[in-house]
Structure formats: C-alpha cells, structure tokens
C-alpha cells in the first residue's frame, strides 16, 4: 500500500428524532451542532465529526458477539482514571444511563453508557501515545 489511511473523519450513529438526539449530545457530552435538518445532526465532540441520522426504529450502532454479548463500536479515551471518574459522575448525575467501572485486563479502566436511541458508548481511562505525543498531554 502505498497511501496510509490518515484520520476517522466522520462517525455515522443511528437515531430516531435528530434533533432530541443532537440535543442530548450537546447537553449530556458537551458535542456543539454545526448542521442539522429533518433527516441529520452534523454534531462535533471528542476531535471528531459525529452524523447523527434518522434511522428505522429501534436501529442503532451496537452488535451482538459471537457469545451473543450486546457490543459497543466506539471507545472514548479520558486522559486518566480520576477524568475517568469524574465523567462517569457527570453522566450518572445527569441521569445518563451509565454501566459500572470495568477492569478489562490492560492498563486502565472503562465504563459504558447509552445514549437516549440506546447506542453503546466505551470510555476508557487511558489516551493513545501518540494522541498524548501530538497534542503534547502529560
């Protein structure tokens, strides 16, 4: 190969009413809107373009397993486990549906929570090394 994949640019997240959705993401994750119609949000959180599109009823960005386990498809990164906590703290108290801290068997710890459409979020307490190198984070 000889091009390298640079970047995610845009995350596609399934949702039934756009602008409830767009809402939540702003006011529950701190997202801003820089586009939304009937059909999309177009909503920015986490150095990440989130699309946020009307979709068939009960669909949503989670799979089942192998073990036939319900999946998450996207894993947040918090810079440390007491940033970890304090998210995790937020969202609970803002009646965010939040799952309990998880020791996965790596470096960190890592909870999930559910968006209002039941998307399954990861967050996990450890940032990349090369996110901390480029953005130079201690």
């Known amino acids: 190969m000889t ?24 006011d529950k994750l701190g997202a801003y809107v820089t586009y939304k119609d ?7 959180m986490a150095n990440l373009i989130f699309f946020l599109v009307k979709a068939k009823e009960k669909e949503t960005a989670n799979f089942i397993d192998e073990r036939g386990e319900e999946c998450f498809s996207i894993t947040f990164e918090v810079n440390g486990k007491e940033e ?47 996110f901390k190198e480029k953005f130079d984070i201690g």
Do not use: C
Request: glycine content about 8%.
């Open 84 to 130: 970890l906590e304090i998210l995790y703290n937020e969202l609970a108290s803002q009646g965010v549906q939040v799952g309990p801290f998880e020791n996965r068997g790596h470096g960190g710890k890592n909870f999930i929570f559910y968006d209002i459409d039941g998307n399954m979020f990861d967050v996990w307490s450890e940032l990349s090394s090369v």
């Open 38 to 44: 009937e059909n999309k949000a177009i909503v920015n």
């Open 3 to 26: 091009k390298n994949l640079l970047r995610v640019g845009t995350i596609y997240i399934p949702v039934q009413r756009v602008d409830e959705a767009a809402d939540w993401y702003v």
